[in-house]
Antibody, heavy 125, light 107 residues
């Protein structure tokens, strides 16, 4: 059974860095695009970043562009979200999720079929 | 968000409710739908043209028309009370996006 588990969250001072990990099991990490999604306290889901299955392409939300980066270690089946220059507004639960793609003659559909439980990042001033 | 949802919807127990998601990207890309209960990770409940993941009750269904995707719960149960999010392609900057979420209350 496919599973994802995040770790690395905690309390960090504003301006500092933190690296989150997402451990994958039950599937080969290099075969899938992985997304990072966050949820600030009492707020909705916010898409943060993705890294393509081949590791050659990544994209970021405007709110984190230039501060966050993604990487993966295929040998460990682990994905990483490196967060630099953290701000108070980055306080959130961070989830990683696996992307699937459905292609039909009419339309395409992206969906996230497996999610971790999330890890809380709190940025203090 | 490039896709928008009504913030809140309510339904009487056992009745049918439809949650909608609007956005231009939905004319060419299917939405996927996620249920989230407090303190839990989102759970995929519907995706694509007509796909429901294993374990998701048959009362959950979806559809798309024009720039609107819909998630319908037929015969809502108390345990369906949750936040629901749509997710799809985004043409306004980021490659993908979530809707703002709809809080479903089962009365």
């Amino acid at each position: 059974q496919e599973q994802l588990e995040e770790s690395g969250g905690g309390v960090v001072q504003s301006g500092k860095s933190l690296r989150l990990s997402c451990d994958a099991s039950g599937f080969t990490s290099t075969s899938f695009t992985i997304h990072w999604v966050r949820q600030a306290p009492g707020r909705g889901l916010e898409w943060v970043a993705l890294q393509s299955s081949d590791g050659l392409s990544d994209h970021f939300a405007e709110s984190v562009k230039g501060r966050f980066s993604v990487s993966r270690d295929g040998s460990k089946n682990t994905f990483y979200l490196q967060m630099n220059g953290l701000r108070g507004e980055d306080t959130a639960v961070y989830f990683c999720a696996r992307e699937m793609l459905e292609i039909t003659p009419i339309a395409w559909g992206y969906y996230l079929d497996s999610w971790g439980r999330g890890t809380l990042v709190t940025v203090s001033s | 968000s490039a896709v928008t949802q009504d913030p809140a919807v309510s339904v009487a127990l056992g009745q049918t409710v439809t949650i909608t998601c609007q956005g231009e990207s939905l004319r060419g890309y299917y939405a996927s739908w996620y249920q989230q209960k407090p303190g839990q990770a989102p759970l995929l409940v519907f995706h694509g043209r007509n796909s429901r993941p294993s374990g998701i009750p048959g009362r959950f269904s979806g559809s798309t028309s024009g720039n609107t995707a819909s998630l319908t719960i037929t015969g809502a149960r108390a345990e369906d009370e949750a936040d629901y999010y749509c997710f799809s392609r985004d043409f306004t900057g980021s490659p993908v996006t979530f809707g703002g979420g709809t809080k479903l209350t089962v009365l």
